[in-house]
């Protein structure tokens, strides 16, 4: 088991910033690597950015290429998610999840989920 609990998220407006944490209890957080997926109302749960377990590869959804950050504390054992420029269609429930060694786009092989964090962005 790995759990992990989310923190951050909130109201922003057009324009502004936001930073996710998604932290584990356990030490083998280090061998995970680490996903953040967004569910929007009515849509299916997609990816965001994902990071390997050693932090040393990223990758992003084109919608958020540029925008976006993720990031790994793996002494922390805690991976981040910072969001700067916050467009209205971020607007989601955002989650972290966990998969063993390598990441992937979908949403299927990720083994463990935080809990979600609603993001808002106004207009």
């Known amino acids: 088991q790995l759990p992990l609990v989310q923190s951050g998220g909130g109201l922003v407006q057009t324009g502004g910033s936001l930073n996710l944490s998604c932290v584990s209890s356990?030490?083998?957080?280090?061998?995970?690597?680490m996903g953040w997926f967004r569910q929007a109302p009515g849509k299916e749960r997609e990816f965001v950015a994902s990071?390997?377990?050693?932090?040393?590869?990223?990758d992003y959804a084109d919608s958020v290429k540029g925008r976006f950050t993720i990031s790994r504390d793996n002494a922390k054992n805690t991976v981040y998610l910072q969001m700067n420029n916050l467009r209205p269609e971020d607007t989601a429930v955002y989650y972290c999840?966990?998969?063993?060694?390598?990441?992937?786009?979908?949403?299927?092989?990720?083994?463990?989920w935080g809990q979600g964090t609603q993001v808002t962005v106004s207009s």
């Open positions: 999840a966990a998969k063993y060694y390598r990441p992937s786009y979908s949403k299927e092989d990720y083994d463990y």
């Open positions: 356990k030490p083998t957080f280090s061998s995970y690597s």
């Open positions: 990071i390997m377990w050693s932090g040393t590869s990223t």
